[in-house]
């Protein structure tokens, strides 16, 4: 009892739990129609996007030339197979296709395509997984017509945003995610299977497959959201690790070593940093001969000078200036691709502390905050307001200040929004608890006794 009353005050331990206890019950308040956007903005917060809006300078990063952004628009069949046609014929060394390729197109323009992706060495295609609420899974999958995906391996690139939470900025993407489909599908026809013949993307025992999986489940079917032939319970890749994995396998090796299901993005920056040319330029050759080869090229929709963007394509990003309050997404779905094929192949990954370390750190940040309020308020009452003050920016700056430094230069996430919530609600918890909970308490203990 001697040493609780010596190290620990009660006042302050009691005001600090009730700050957690908030910070439990403040998402089931806001869970009302009525504040849906406060909560959205409160989840959606993350401090180290000052890192990128404020604090970061994009000129100093340097451009990735690894990779090549092609915006093929809303091209027909038969103008994608000469646009591929003319990219197969300069040697790159993978490309990525972010569009579902449907063959309801004339029978020319549909074997056109087909033959220009058959000529493809290292070919990746996109495909879309579907989250089922009630069960809070992915129970099917939208891809291309199966004409045009046995020539290649697909990936989904709904890493972006699963379920219905496109109005979230996109800071991490999952490695590999489950699909459970219905128990009716049927295996995937011979020869469709999931890697090209040859390629060994997950033999069994290699290890690339996450734990408790042997293989990678095989894919085909058509455009339309279906459960089709994925077997159940398989386990699948995001477009970009594909894309990745044609290039340059150690890289996810590598990726997969980390043990990680979910991978924080270094953005590198926008499509200013790549190469990137118009679809249209490439079909009347304005482009320089050795701009392909070896490079992996990524084609989709995209269009960054575009006035009136395509939205549908786009995507909320750290690198925002506007990071609270944002109205408009700033980043096309393939840049987002293009930055995590950056940091897979250049192995700039990110840590981050585990939450229950950071809840720890807030906590005990939080008691030594409260109690030096509670030493202001005891000794100097008539200085409170201002003293308090002056340590929340003081505490507040030394925060920012730990936030940069670990993000740039140790490539570390401090994990620090529990410790800035809680600070922030740090004063006026206290102060309800000293001046109305506790003599609340006081007086309703003492009228039973």
């Not at 408790?212 to 089709?228: H, L």
């Not at 970009?240 to 890289?251: A, S």
Request: aromatic share 14%; net charge neutral.
């Amino acid at each position: 009892m001697k040493f609780k009353r010596k190290y620990i005050d009660t006042d302050s331990l009691m005001s600090t739990i009730l700050v957690f206890v908030t910070l439990v019950l403040l998402p089931l308040f806001l869970s009302f129609n009525f504040f849906m956007p406060l909560k959205n903005a409160f989840y959606d917060f993350a401090m180290t996007d000052i890192n990128y809006a404020k604090l970061r300078s994009p000129e100093k990063e340097l451009a990735d030339t690894n990779i090549v952004l092609i915006d093929i628009g809303r091209m027909s069949n038969s103008k994608l197979a000469d646009l591929l046609n003319i990219l197969n014929q300069n040697k790159p060394r993978v490309i990525g296709i972010d569009k579902e390729l449907r063959d309801d197109e004339d029978s020319a323009s549909n074997k056109s395509l087909a033959l220009a992706l058959s000529n493809v060495n290292r070919l990746v295609l996109s495909n879309r997984l579907f989250y089922d609420k009630k069960t809070k899974n992915f129970d099917s999958i939208s891809r291309s017509s199966e004409m045009f995906t046995k020539y290649g391996i697909s990936g989904f690139t709904n890493q972006i945003t699963i379920d219905d939470r496109s109005h979230e900025t996109v800071r991490t993407f999952k490695i590999y995610t489950k699909v459970n489909v219905g128990a009716g599908s049927q295996p995937a026809p011979k020869g469709t299977g999931f890697a090209p013949k040859g390629t060994g993307f997950a033999p069994k025992g290699t290890g690339f497959a996450p734990k408790g999986t042997d293989t990678i489940p095989k894919e085909s079917g058509t455009i339309s959201k279906e459960s089709g032939s994925v077997q159940r319970d398989s386990i699948v890749h995001p477009f970009p690790v594909e894309v990745v994995h044609l290039y340059d396998p150690e890289k996810v090796q590598y990726l997969y070593s980390r043990n990680n299901e979910e991978e924080i993005i270094n953005f590198r920056g926008y499509f200013n940093k790549y190469f990137f040319i118009a679809g249209e330029q490439v079909l009347n050759y304005e482009f320089n001969s050795n701009l392909f080869s070896g490079k992996i090229l990524l084609l989709s929709y995209f269009d960054p000078f575009n006035m009136s963007p395509l939205f549908a394509y786009k995507y909320y990003s750290p690198l925002d200036s506007n990071y609270t309050g944002k109205s408009f997404p700033d980043m096309y779905g393939i840049e987002i691709h293009a930055n995590v094929i950056s940091m897979i192949i250049n192995e700039n990954y990110f840590n981050i502390i585990p939450s229950w370390l950071a809840i720890v750190l807030a906590f005990i940040l939080c008691y030594l905050m409260i109690i030096s309020y509670k030493y202001i308020d005891d000794k100097y009452p008539t200085w409170y307001e201002l003293l308090s003050l002056v340590i929340f920016v003081i505490i507040s700056l030394l925060l920012l200040g730990a936030n940069y430094y670990s993000y740039h230069l140790l490539m570390l996430d401090l994990n620090l929004n529990y410790a800035l919530f809680a600070i922030i609600l740090a004063s006026p918890i206290y102060e309800a608890y000293t001046k109305s909970i506790k003599p609340l308490l006081q007086r309703m203990f003492k009228n039973k006794s």
